[in-house]
């Protein structure tokens, strides 16, 4: 079990998809912030916040997978750029298996933070639509 953190943890610094970490760590945080922004607006403008923000909301549910899967590519194209570079199999595989749990690592994270951002729109669309209706 160590290992495979270890490897996640490696796969993490890789320079080629570092950046995309960031981005999809951004879409969740965007998503949050959407939410709790909500919770301050008076319940009279909640129906205007919801139309104004839906287009950042479906954007930050949205961006993830994409650069999950983007990431992935990335990872693997570097794999294989790599290959060129080392002439036997052995000392291929350990550099391999880093990029493959870069390019894993990518796709699960996207995936991961494309369900809480669409549970959390899903739940803030539910809470708006059952305030207004009680009024």
Known sequence: MSSLFSRLIEAFHQPGVFWIYWIILACLATQ??????????????????????????????NVPPTFGVL??????????????????????????????W???????????VYGINLGLNAAMSLWVSSKTECQ
Do not use: H
């Not at 959407?34 to 205007?48: A, E």
């Not at 060129?84 to 350990?94: C, V, W």
């Open 71 to 100: 990431g992935t590519i990335i990872a693997m194209a570097q794999a294989i750029g790599m290959k060129s570079t080392i002439s036997s199999p052995q000392d291929f595989l350990e550099p391999f298996m880093l990029y493959f």
């Open 102 to 112: 870069a390019a894993v690592s990518t796709t699960i994270l996207g995936g991961i």
């Open 32 to 61: 949050i912030f959407i939410l709790l922004r909500l919770l301050g607006v008076p319940r009279s403008d909640r129906q205007s916040y919801c139309a104004k923000v839906s287009n950042i909301s479906e954007w930050a549910i």
